[in-house]
DNA sequence: GTCGACATTGAATCTTACG
DNA sequence: ACGTAAGATTCAATGTCGA
């Protein structure tokens, strides 16, 4: 099964889409942009409006170097109330604009996707999924004072509760060695080569991976389908579309966005069946478990007591997850390279647990935990 | 001087908490029994709403197979007007219960999450994160026309952007191996001996794992801490609680509900103290230790060489604690920023003395000096 | 040319105590 | 209240430079 789809005929009738800006940008005000457009003309809109981030100061990391956080104008609102009237105005549009069978998603964080998941509901969107993009290399919380903000989440939404839409299931389950794809997905972000630069620093600052792009469109989208971006950015809705077959919108206010996108999608070439493969190709890595999980899941109850093989140390399992040995306390791993007193330690061979009077290294309780929780 | 003095009033030593209906259920509508709550009196609220009305007043849970069971002669904007105004009112009682230094946490799906994250940011809630419960084994979409509902999102908000809150980092740390704990967990879902079951179906559609709660709580609140669930079901929040040795209130409309969740928890085990231990409580704050401490009592003398890890820079102790490089003087944080022309600079673990032919941070001093004088 | 050590960086609502 | 100083804090991937 192959996960691209053929092209379907043009059919030979003048319609709506032959007197849309296809394949351009819109140097424009969003919504002014849009209300250029005509009434049911786009297939799907793809939308990265701005996260509405309210940063406070400067945020250093531990080795004092500071972070370049996104302190662009175009990020910032007064109050939620113009953010909400920013929200509906541009959803409002792209609802007029959008075909009856059309879909939208939108994508941002906890600053604003809770928002923007309200208004689109109260326009009369019905959501279909939300999906989560989980970053497989996110920046770390510095201060320690949260959980490391670790993803993004993005709404799939379509015209109406009876509405039709396009969801490609095969090639989803294709792409995804015969499972149903789940509404998580890992892909690291947008780095490397791909990751445009000028003069050495990054042309925009919240550039999405098109590994992310893909698998959108791939979904939920045919090819020779018009797909909207109103916060075209440096384009990789557009460069994407490009490779997929599909014909795209952009609207972007910024000049020097327009023009990195511009020559960015001049440089695309469509992609074939392998390459596409090789770039969705499924986290094959096994799932990592950390020993707290055991703790959270009962498989080894708080004030078990664990020995290396030789019963020299003797240890006690906290609550947490960590272990307690004569004073000194850490994860297994810190504990057990402590009371060896070496650089390293792998705990999960170095500690044991009693079972039936046979003592077994930890890890054994790992694979079990592995065995009873995945598919 | 003031004529009249002020009679000491000797308080009975009566705190808020001794007023409160702990470690039991209350059986009532959830915003009447909130409202007999006095004001700022827990410490977290931990809450599994219900998702949706249905014309009859009826609320739904996420349950899938009644998401399509919903009248279709509903009025959209009615539905979610009821829902926002049910919403509100509970999270208003919320917050006047929570103290100041409490925070909260509300747990749902894409049916409702987004409209619940809008009104606890409305109501002057800060969110801390939002959290997504990856589901191991979720129930596959069998018709296809979806992605694979595979998560729930989880929102945690303080009383406000100011606030403090209780974070638990190194807890959370230890039991992620040592690295920080992320935005996404992966839990199965409640199944096996903890789904509770009558007659050999299940008592509640949405129970949620234990697991799930133990990590809440583990990060968000500490021994002794008072937890409200206000959507108590079959009781997963006291449980865990009396497990972790939290005090709780549940609040459950429905007795069948009520009759599962007290027998449960009745037979729930709480650890020992002992038990209990984790990187948090163990980390009880030292005193802080002034540099010119170690020098005044010995442990470094005046006119010793001190350099960073990589020798690049050296310097010189002072007899006040100072250091010199260069013709620059400072404490150890600021000497040390000035020289790496970086912002900011821990001085402790840049900052190395020579041992025994070794170059150790001086914080390993200041932890021997803590050793010392400490009893 | 290769490898290893080191430096850089990414949508971030990122401290606390004392005077 | 506010300003200043002490002190605690990072993961994965990419890029660079020297041996």
């Given at each position: 099964m192959a996960v691209l789809e053929k092209v379907a005929v043009q059919p030979a009738a003048k319609t709506v889409q032959d007197t849309l800006p296809l394949d351009?940008?819109?140097?424009?005000?969003c919504i002014d942009a849009m209300r250029s457009l005509p009434a049911k003309s786009v297939d799907m809109i793809f939308a990265d409006p701005p996260y509405n981030l309210q940063l406070g100061g400067d945020l250093l990391r531990p080795d004092g170097s500071q972070v370049d956080a996104?302190?662009?104008?175009?990020?910032?609102?007064?109050?939620f109330a113009a953010y909400d009237k920013f929200t509906r105005d541009w959803l409002a549009e792209a609802r007029r604009i959008l075909k009856d069978n059309g879909s939208i998603w939108v994508i941002g964080s906890y600053h604003n996707i809770f928002r923007v998941g309200t208004a689109v509901q109260d326009l009369g969107f019905w959501i279909l999924n939300d999906i989560i993009w989980r970053k497989a290399n996110p920046m770390p919380n510095f201060r320690g004072t949260?959980?490391?903000?670790a993803h993004e989440t993005l709404i799939w939404a379509s015209m109406g509760e009876k509405a039709k839409y396009t969801f490609n299931y095969r090639s989803m389950k294709t792409l995804n060695d015969e499972l149903q794809m789940r509404s998580d997905w890992e892909f690291p972000i947008c780095g490397g080569p791909e990751r445009l630069k000028k003069d050495g620093t990054k042309v925009h600052p919240t550039q999405k991976p098109e590994a992310l792009l893909y698998r959108v469109m791939l979904a939920a989208s045919k090819p020779g389908d018009v797909i909207l971006d109103p916060f075209f950015g440096t384009g990789t809705t557009g460069a994407v579309a490009k490779r997929l077959g599909r014909r795209w919108i952009g609207i972007e206010r910024e000049s020097k966005y327009v023009a990195a996108a511009r020559e960015r999608i001049q440089a695309a070439l469509p992609l074939d069946e392998s390459q596409l493969r090789t770039m969705q190709a499924?986290?094959?890595k096994p799932p990592r478990v950390a020993f707290g999980q055991l703790v959270e899941n009962g498989y080894l109850a708080p004030g078990t007591v664990l020995a290396d093989a030789r019963h020299r140390w003797q240890a006690v399992v906290g609550a947490d997850g960590s272990l307690t040995c004569e004073g000194q306390a850490g994860s297994i791993h810190k504990l057990g390279s402590l009371v060896q007193e070496r650089?390293?330690?792998?705990?999960w061979t170095f500690w044991h647990y009693e079972v039936d009077g046979a003592w077994k290294p930890i890890d054994t309780l790992r694979q079990t935990y592995l065995l009873a929780t995945q598919p």
């Open positions: 351009t940008i819109l140097m424009d005000d996104v302190d662009d104008d175009w990020d910032k609102f007064d109050t949260r959980f490391t903000n499924n986290t094959k650089e390293s330690c792998n705990g």
